[in-house]
Antibody, heavy 120, light 112 residues
Framework: EVHLVESGGGLVQPGGSLRLSCAAS????????MHWVRQDPGKGLVWVSR????????SYVGSVKGRFTISRDNAKNTLYLQMNSLRVEDTAVYYC?????????????WGQGTLVTVSS | EIVLTQTPLSSPVTLGQPASISCRSS???????????LSWLQQRPGQPPRLLIY???NRFSGVPDRFSGSGAGTDFTLKISRVEAEDVGVYYC?????????FGQGTKVEIK
C-alpha cells in the first residue's frame, strides 16, 4: 500500500527556515515524480514544486523561486522541501504527492500534510 | 499561468440526485504530446485531496463509477450520477499541461 508521511512543519518566524520531509513507502520511489502542494487554512490548493524521478529536473511556482528547494534521496525513499526566507503568506498545510510522470501527470497519492505557520 | 475557473462554487444536492461541476481553462489544455492533462480531485472535510479522474475521463483505481469526467480543449465537466452522503466535500480540477500546475478554486458539494 502506498504511504506518504510528511513531517517537519511547525511555527517559524518570518525570515526563518524549515525543512519538510516526506517519507514514502509501498512503491518504487525512484520511479515517480514527486510534488509539494500547499493549502492555506480554509482555502484552495496551490502547487509549489516538482522533482522528476532521479532529481535531475525541478520546477517551482513563481512565489517560492529562489527561496524553496525541492530534493530527494532515493536511497532513503524521502522527498524534501527546504524553505528559506519564509513569509507570513507561506503559512499553509504542505502536502507531498506522487506523480507517475511523463505521459501521466496527475497526483495519484497524497500524504496527510504538515502545517507550517509563519508568524512573529 | 493557466487559470482554471470552476462553476458553481457551491452545489447543494439532494441525496440520489445528480451533480455537475464545470471547469473552464484560460487556454487549451491539449499538450503537444497529444494528451490533455486535466484531473479532478475530491477533498473530504479534514482529509487530504484524493484523485478521482485523470486525463479528462479516466477513473482512478477504486473510484465509484457514479463519477465521470468529460470535455476537451478548455471546457471540462465532472458529473456525479447519484450523490451519496460520502460525496460531501470540495472538488478541484487541476491542469498539468503547463507549469506551474494550477487548480480551480474548488466547488463545495453539500447535501440539501
Amino acid at each position: 500500500e502506498v504511504h506518504l508521511v510528511e513531517s517537519g512543519g511547525g511555527l517559524v518566524q518570518p525570515g526563518g527556515s524549515l525543512r519538510l520531509s516526506c517519507a514514502a513507502s509501498g512503491f518504487t520511489f525512484s520511479s515517480y515524480w514527486m510534488h509539494w502542494v500547499r493549502q492555506d487554512p480554509g482555502k484552495g490548493l496551490v502547487w509549489v514544486s516538482r522533482i522528476d524521478n532521479d532529481g535531475s529536473s525541478t520546477s517551482y511556482v513563481g512565489s517560492v523561486k529562489g527561496r524553496f528547494t525541492i530534493s530527494r534521496d532515493n536511497a532513503k525513499n524521502t522527498l524534501y522541501l527546504q524553505m528559506n526566507s519564509l513569509r507570513v503568506e507561506d503559512t499553509a498545510v504542505y502536502y507531498c504527492a506522487r506523480d507517475p510522470g511523463t505521459g501521466a501527470k496527475y497526483h495519484d497519492y497524497w500524504g496527510q500534510g504538515t502545517l507550517v505557520t509563519v508568524s512573529s | 499561468e493557466i487559470v482554471l475557473t470552476q462553476t458553481p462554487l457551491s452545489s447543494p444536492v439532494t441525496l440520489g440526485q445528480p451533480a455537475s461541476i464545470s471547469c473552464r481553462s484560460s487556454q487549451s489544455l491539449l499538450h503537444s504530446d497529444g494528451n490533455t492533462y486535466l484531473s479532478w480531485l475530491q477533498q473530504r472535510p479534514g482529509q487530504p485531496p484524493r484523485l478521482l479522474i485523470y486525463k479528462i475521463s479516466n477513473r482512478f483505481s477504486g473510484v465509484p463509477d457514479r463519477f465521470s469526467g468529460s470535455g476537451a480543449g478548455t471546457d471540462f465537466t465532472l458529473k456525479i450520477s447519484r450523490v451519496e452522503a460520502e460525496d460531501v466535500g470540495v472538488y478541484y480540477c487541476m491542469q498539468a499541461t503547463q507549469f506551474p500546475r494550477t487548480f480551480g478554486q474548488g466547488t463545495k458539494v453539500e447535501i440539501k
